[in-house]
């Protein structure tokens, strides 16, 4: 049986990917991403997977991508 090979990408959202998707401030990336974690029903220090970002906001994965450093 073949694996799947890992993604090129991380699988995590920081501000700063924010910051280059959206073209926001570094505080306001901050604040929008605190504001995602709230919706999804997250605590303060647990992560946003680019799946959950991209379901909740309904934009393609393949779109947000390329703003992953």
């Known amino acids: 049986m073949a694996k799947k090979p890992p993604p090129n990408h991380r699988g ?4 700063s990917d924010l910051e280059r998707f959206l073209h ?12 995602v974690k709230k919706k999804l029903g997250k605590a303060k ?3 946003v997977t680019v799946q959950e970002f991209c379901k909740l906001k309904n934009i393609p994965i393949e779109d947000f991508i390329p703003y992953l450093l």
């Open 12 to 15: 995590v959202i920081f501000p």
């Open 24 to 35: 926001l401030t570094s505080r306001g990336a901050r604040a929008y991403l605190t504001r």
């Open 45 to 47: 220090e647990h992560l």
